[in-house]
């Protein structure tokens, strides 16, 4: 029997359509790329569409939703080195250029203060950087993240310091501003080589949300005020979790802490305020405190290519469990917690697919389906894959949403592909 923590995994199953399904919320299916071309579009009635006004949207209801979530794995990974001649690859952090190149730092144990460059198909390019403290080197420490900047450059945030390099990889310089150390949920780097923080940081405005900074990490514009004027209070909230655009928009989700609720807000990068989603369903319970944790918690905020935006939320236990004695405390947080996970088009209001999975983001993203790791701008994803030896391949994942009564191998048959 499925349990809420277990995907099916049909590695070369054949897809069925047609028949209903009977889960009351359809799960994240992951299949190969070979079964991902029998897919079929989900394409929901377009009965209530929006115009692009600004202006709250609210959307109601439970389910069913329309569509649901299938992973389709795709034929490249990054992987280990068998030999040793380069270093491996480590899923905290990868970025995509817009060829389809990929950038991801070497593992702290096999090759710290490098970046890795990979095709498009997972071929290993070459490394950037080198190990040290000087221009264009890198100390492999403080969980370096790699993000893409404008004209496909390559902006590496590596302990306290950033270091950018060229297209052609050559060293650019590096930025030592301590404003912008934020992690990639909430920090962006816009089109025009500016950063945006979506959080409380030094250096800025404290009765605003989100900064612009220049390239070198000088906050240049502030705005979005904090609707408390007690800096001691709101001083303590944490950043709001983002999404950007690409252009000259993102969408930011409230701070739990400030109403109970689950709204996103759209902002334009010259700080005008746009649309306003307000999500209502029987799933959120406004002021809930569960653990000490308010819920709805919104952990992650993600815009594709399609503009659609995906939420991943910490919401409270759908049994209404009570912790049992002498648990592990990610066992106990299994039972005080549900992850939620949803895709809204904000364009014409309406929930596209919808889930619930019985373990927690951020615990361990390794246990997650594919919706803890996305690509940015993209409806992408990755996931690390463990071998026998402890090391780590990352495989890729195409995010699709496919009709409700999508239907793969399994289900049809009840046994699970080996």
């Known amino acids: 029997m499925r349990s809420a923590t277990v995907t ?14 009977s ?54 990974m990054l992987k280990p080195s068998a030999t040793g001649k380069r270093p491996d690859p480590s899923w905290n952090s990868i970025a995509r250029a817009s060829d389809g190149r990929m950038y991801t730092p070497a593992t702290l144990a096999s090759g710290p203060g490098m970046v890795l460059e990979w095709s498009a198909d997972g071929m290993f390019l070459e490394s950037l950087g080198s190990p040290g403290s000087g221009p264009g080197e890198l ?9 893409v900047g404008p004209a496909d450059s390559i902006y590496v945030r590596d302990g306290v310091k950033w270091t950018v390099f060229g297209p052609d990889h050559s060293y650019g310089r590096t930025i030592t501003s301590p404003a912008i150390q934020g992690i990639p949920r909430h920090l962006h780097i816009l089109r025009d080589g500016r950063f945006l923080s979506t959080g409380r940081v030094g250096g800025a405005p404290t ?18 005020s ?9 001083g303590m909230l944490p950043p709001r979790p983002s999404a950007y655009d690409g252009d000259t928009t993102f969408w930011a989700a409230l701070p739990v802490q400030s109403t109970g609720e689950l709204v996103l807000e759209q902002w334009s990068i010259n700080g005008h305020s746009g649309k306003v989603i307000r999500r209502e369903a029987d799933w959120i319970h406004a002021e809930v405190v569960r653990g000490g944790q308010q819920l709805p918690d919104v952990r992650i905020l993600h815009l594709d290519e399609h503009g659609r935006l995906w939420i991943v939320v910490l919401v409270e236990d759908a049994e209404g469990r009570s912790i049992e004695q002498e648990r592990a405390p990610d066992e106990a947080a299994s039972e005080l917690y549900d992850i939620r996970y949803e895709v809204l088009d904000p364009q014409r209001g309406m929930v ?3 889930g619930r999975l019985d373990n927690l983001p951020g615990e361990d993203e390794r246990d997650v389906p594919p919706i803890a790791s996305f690509i940015a701008g993209r409806a992408a994803s990755y996931r690390p894959l463990p071998d026998s030896l402890g090391s780590f391949s990352i495989e890729f994942f195409e995010l699709r949403l496919a009709p409700r009564n999508f239907r793969t191998l399994e289900e049809v048959t009840g046994t699970p592909e080996s």
């Open 207 to 224: 009765d605003q949300w989100f900064h612009i900074f220049d390239p070198e990490g000088y906050v240049v514009q502030s705005f979005g």
């Open 8 to 21: 099916a995994l049909c590695g070369l199953g054949v897809a069925a359509v047609g028949c209903d399904v």
């Open 139 to 147: 100390s492999g420490k403080g969980l370096p993240r790699v993000f």
């Open 352 to 354: 596209l697919a919808s």
């Open 226 to 234: 904090v609707d408390s004027g007690d800096a001691e209070t709101t």
């Open 23 to 76: 889960e009351a919320e359809a799960p994240i299916e992951i299949i190969s790329v070979e079964t991902g071309v029998g897919i079929p579009a989900c394409e929901p009635e377009r009965a209530g569409e929006r115009t692009a006004a600004s202006g709250p949207v609210v959307i109601r209801g439970g389910l069913p939703a329309p569509c649901r979530v299938v992973a389709v794995r795709q034929v490249q």
